[in-house]
C-alpha cells in the first residue's frame, strides 16, 4: 500500500495522504477538515445514504473501532483523478471481510462521497450487528 | 461508462472492451477466451473462493441473468495497470444493488481474480438466495 497513485488529483491525493495517517494512528479526529459539510455517507448495511460531514466522521469514527487487524491493499483511481477505490481486509469478532472504500473528492480536495462495500456476507452481517449495537440510535437522524 | 481508462495495461484494456461487449449483449459465451485457466471468482455472498475459469464462468453467466436493469458506472484502474474496478447498479427482484468488481489482469490479458462486493445488505440477501437458487448445487465442486 502507497500513498501515491499516478493520474490523482493533486489536491484529491492530499487529503488522501492525510486520511492514511489518521487511519494509521486510528484517530480520526482531523477527519472533518477533509470532509465538506454537505458530504453523502453510504453504509455497506443500509440502502439509504446518510448525510452530512457529522454522519460521515460518525460513521467511520465508529468502524474503525469495530474493525481489528486493518489493512489497506490495492488502490485505484479514476480517469478524472478525483475517484478512488481502496480495497482493505479486517476482522470483526471472529469473521474475515474484505471490502472497498469508494471514496469521491472534490476539485478542492474535500471528500464529498464515501462508499464502503464488505464481503463476504457473514462479515457483512457481523460488521452490521456490532455497528447497529454501537451506532443504532444516533444514524437514523442523519438518513437523507 | 466508457471502455477508455488512462494507465490500464493494453492487453487488459483490450480485454475489458470485449468484456464489456459480452455484458452488453448479455452474452458470455465467449468469456472464457479472456480468463485465465486457474482464475479465481471471488463472491460476495462466500467467504472461500472458487477456482477456475469454469467456475467464473459458471458465477459470472448466472448473475447476469440474475440482475435486472443492470448499468456499469466509475471505472478505476491500479498504478501497475493490471486491475481495475468497474462500479454497477442493479436490481434484484425488488431490492436495488450497487455493487463493484474488481478485476486484476495478468500481463497477457487474461483475467487471473474476479471479485464482486455489494450492498446494501437487503441486496446481498437477495442476490444469495437468487444465486444459491441456481447454483447451490453447482458451484461448491469449485471450492479451494
Known amino acids: 500500500m502507497t500513498d501515491t497513485l499516478p493520474g490523482l488529483h493533486p489536491a484529491a491525493a492530499a487529503s488522501l495522504h492525510r486520511w ?3 487511519v ?6 482531523g477527519l472533518k477538515e477533509i470532509v465538506h459539510p454537505d458530504a453523502t455517507f453510504r453504509s455497506p448495511m443500509a440502502h439509504s445514504p446518510y448525510r452530512s460531514a457529522d454522519a460521515l466522521a460518525l460513521a467511520l469514527g465508529t468502524v474503525i473501532t469495530v474493525f481489528q487487524d486493518f ?3 490495492r488502490q485505484l483511481v479514476s480517469a478524472d483523478g478525483l475517484d478512488v477505490v481502496l480495497e482493505f481486509s479486517a476482522r470483526v469478532g471472529d469473521k474475515q471481510v474484505k471490502g472497498v472504500d469508494l471514496v469521491r473528492f472534490g476539485e478542492d480536495g474535500r471528500i464529498t462521497d464515501f462508499e464502503v462495500m464488505v464481503r463476504p456476507l457473514s462479515g457483512l452481517q ?4 456490532e455497528m447497529g449495537a454501537r451506532l443504532g440510535h444516533l444514524l437514523p437522524a442523519f438518513k437523507g
Chains 1, 2 share one sequence.
Open 20 to 22: 492514511h495517517g489518521m
Open 24 to 29: 494509521r494512528a486510528r484517530d480520526l479526529s
Open 71 to 73: 489493512a489497506y491493499h
Open 126 to 129: 457481523a460488521l452490521g450487528a
